[in-house]
């Protein structure tokens, strides 16, 4: 019966020490959560002021602005270690 060949490198090679995940820097958090709140903060003084705040005259671009300030700082959550 014919035996099958041996395999010429190991089956599993371990990743090395190079791929290690650097952790955020100090400011990471507190811009993070900076801007979380700078964001909920802007849609809500959108709401009690009807439009007309922070920035008046862009009417419900202001909401569009607290949303994209809110989504940045849920971004950065995503890459918090």
Do not use: C, D, H
Not at 6 to 11: D, S, Y
Not at 46 to 70: C, D, E, H, K, R
């Amino acid at each position: 019966m014919p035996e099958s060949k041996p395999r010429k490198k190991p089956a599993y090679t371990p990743p090395s020490a190079s791929t290690a995940v650097k952790p955020n820097p100090t400011w990471w958090a507190p811009a993070m959560v900076t801007l979380l709140i700078v964001g909920l903060v802007w849609v809500v003084v959108t709401y009690i002021m009807q439009s007309a705040g922070p920035i008046p005259g862009i009417g419900s671009y202001n909401l569009a602005i607290g949303f994209a300030v809110m989504m940045v700082g849920f971004i950065m959550t995503m890459r918090w270690r």
